[in-house]
């Protein structure tokens, strides 16, 4: 299942998020962060059954810190919602997966 997830870098953003013709949720999130390793397998559950209509992609704050700070993200996890290479809805911490699959639906 965690196949289904990206896992992103400062460079690859742009091509896998911003020009990506499909909508796409990014995880900013680090290895030491508990409510991280909450939310993933969720993430990696939604990125299976929502597959071919919305890309999951993770990045790690840590290793891929100037993205994070181009979206002035600050705090973990934090999930951005991109359509069109906008970003249409922002959930700031480990929240239920029913929460996360309604922000789901929305986008799509």
Request: proline share 7%; glycine share 6%; hydrophobic share 45%.
């Amino acid at each position: 299942m965690a196949g289904d997830v990206i896992e992103l870098g400062d460079a690859e953003f742009k091509r896998e998020v911003l020009e990506s013709a499909e909508p796409v949720l990014v995880d900013f999130t680090a290895t030491w962060c508990p409510p991280c390793r909450v939310i993933a397998p969720v993430i990696a559950s939604l990125a299976a059954e929502y597959k071919g209509r919305m890309k999951m992609a993770k990045l790690n704050v840590d290793d891929h810190p100037a993205t994070p700070e181009q979206y002035g993200i600050r705090a973990i996890p934090t999930l951005l919602f991109f359509k069109g290479g906008q970003v249409v809805k922002q959930i700031v911490g480990a929240v239920p997966r029913a929460k996360l699959e309604e922000a789901v639906r929305q986008v799509l």
